[in-house]
């Protein structure tokens, strides 16, 4: 079992719908969790952070943990077409600062 | 405000030639340096990470080396590159010191091809 599991997809949506891309994990010691969009041919960028459990949100995004069920996920409102990019999720902890990543969800938004 | 070069961003490159990829950091001091590929499909691979000027530790054995010869300087080569070597090639950093508190921040990449 890989540490972090992620679907590949492609996940494919209509312009406006709620867009929710998931991570599980294995290793209960994580504690910082990121989600990072990459567009393709360029460097992923960080777009939610979050320390422990709970929800976070930033505009259009909603960042959800629940370590009790090693669990992540992104909730992306009113998606548009410029959200399609390929969504990789990351975590690390137990005093280690290199995070896990999963191997990313390719989101494709049709206007 | 930080911001990291990566260079150059797309590269053709002959087997058995040699590489030289280059990242450097403005805006910040002590960086925590690293190197990854992506190869389609596979996801991000660690590859090479640094805390410091001359210290490399290197996640997976092979061809490359990377080198660290100023403190916002990361340097991956390869004396004779292998058509394994094709990827796309990140360099990243983040806050150094025990600064955990930031993710990383990726560069824009090298697109590396191997013929």
């Known amino acids: 079992q890989k540490e972090v599991e992620q679907d590949p997809g492609p996940l494919s949506v209509p312009e406006g719908a709620i867009v929710s891309l998931n991570c599980t994990y294995s290793?209960?010691?994580?504690?910082?969790f990121m989600w990072y969009r990459q567009y393709s041919r360029k460097g992923p960028e960080l777009l939610m952070y979050?320390?422990?459990?709970g929800n976070k949100e930033d505009g259009r995004f909603t960042a959800q943990v629940d370590k009790s069920s090693k669990y992540i996920s992104l909730f992306i409102r009113d998606s548009q077409p410029s959200d399609s990019a390929t969504y990789l999720c990351a975590m690390r902890g137990g005093g280690s600062y290199i995070p896990t990543f999963g191997r990313g969800t390719s989101l494709i938004v049709h206007p | 405000s930080q911001t990291i070069h990566q260079w150059p961003a797309t590269l053709v490159q002959p087997v058995g030639s040699p590489l030289s990829l280059e990242c450097t950091v403005e805006g910040t001091s002590n960086p925590n340096l690293y190197w990854y590929r992506q190869a389609a499909g596979r996801g991000l691979q660690l590859l090479f990470y640094s805390v410091g000027i001359g210290q490399i530790s290197s996640e997976v054995p092979q061809n490359l080396s990377a080198s660290r010869p100023q403190d916002r300087q990361f340097i991956l080569s390869s004396k004779k590159l292998l058509l394994s070597d094709s990827g796309f090639y990140l360099c990243?950093?983040?806050?150094?010191?025990?600064?955990?508190?930031?993710?990383?921040?990726f560069g824009s990449g090298t697109r590396l091809t191997v013929v």
């Open positions: 290793n209960s010691a994580f504690q910082y």
């Open positions: 979050t320390y422990s459990s």
């Open positions: 990243a950093w983040s806050a150094g010191g025990g600064g955990q508190a930031q993710g990383y921040t």
